[in-house]
């Protein structure tokens, strides 16, 4: 069966996976005063973090139009949408309302739209997986299935330099950006089963932050054997750091390292760190 995977811009994916003709990217926006920063193939990370610097307000982003998804639906076969956490961005809402015109329309294909309940990295590895399997022609349902029960037990940790840009767009609770502005700890944070951020810990600097993170999947005895991917934002040699502390003291089965698109960018900022398994 012919299938496309339809992935938000957030998505942050392998360079296997950029390049393979089945998959296709969907691009959110970024807002800097009145400038508008596309999240598509011309993004250039260096620019947006020199502006983001420049300019004293948080960046918004905006979530693609329903049309853009509904564009790449393919007229028979299976499409996979692959979005940001339902509770973070309104990418999912848009991708339901592009499935519902498409059956308003007469579509025939299949299409079943992933809450990843995650982003960057998080995102990536539903794609993966739904690349692994669909490349098998196993039925739709079948995918659809084990990959729901992926996300209900994948693992999403990041620690960021700077928490503002989440902060002033809502993305973190009061009491999490009070802790940060007054004791000028480092957070240990995670999404939760519904896709909110929650925090897990703290630190005094990064390092120390990412050596709980480490800790924590450590901890994790169901991680054994897994992927692990880790997303930077300028940070290659903080990621290839905590790729060492990771395999002194886990057993994933691979580790992956990518650069940050733009969404992830505005909310990781200059030196965060994103790790999904």
């Not at 690349?131 to 729901?148: D, G, H, I, W, Y």
């Not at 620690?159 to 957070?187: I, Y």
């Not at 997303?231 to 057993?251: D, F, G, T």
């Amino acid at each position: 069966m012919t299938y496309r995977l339809i992935c938000d811009s957030c998505t942050d994916l392998p360079p296997e996976l950029v390049a393979d003709p089945h998959v296709k990217k969907v691009p959110l926006s970024i807002q800097i005063g009145a400038e508008t920063v596309v999240d598509g193939p011309d993004f250039r990370q260096g620019e947006l973090l020199q502006k983001m610097k420049a300019w004293p307000d948080a960046p918004k982003t905006a979530c693609p139009a329903p049309s853009m998804y509904l564009d790449q639906f393919l007229e028979t076969g299976d499409s996979y949408v692959v979005t940001l956490s339902g509770q973070l961005s309104g990418s999912y809402n848009a991708a339901m309302q592009a499935r519902a015109i498409y059956r308003e329309e007469g579509g025939t294909g299949n299409v079943h739209v992933f809450n990843s309940r995650s982003a960057s990295v998080g995102q990536a590895q539903i794609a993966l997986m739904i690349r692994e399997l669909a490349s098998r022609n196993l039925p739709f349902t079948v995918v659809v299935e084990q990959v729901e029960a992926y996300i209900a037990r994948m693992q999403t940790l990041f620690v960021l330099e700077n928490l503002d840009n989440l902060r002033k767009n809502g993305r973190l609770t009061r009491m999490q950006a009070l802790v940060t502005g007054a004791l000028r700890v480092k957070l240990l944070c995670g999404a939760t089963r519904e896709g909110d951020i929650e925090k897990l810990g703290q630190g005094l600097s990064v390092r120390q932050t990412l050596a709980r993170l480490v800790s924590r999947m450590a901890d994790d005895e169901n991680h054994a054997g897994r992927r692990l991917m880790i997303a930077h934002c300028n940070c290659l040699e903080r990621a290839e750091y905590v790729r060492e502390l990771i395999q002194k003291r886990c057993r994933f089965g691979e580790i992956l390292i990518v650069p940050t698109g733009g969404i992830s960018t505005v909310y990781a900022d200059d030196g965060g760190i994103i790790t999904a398994y």
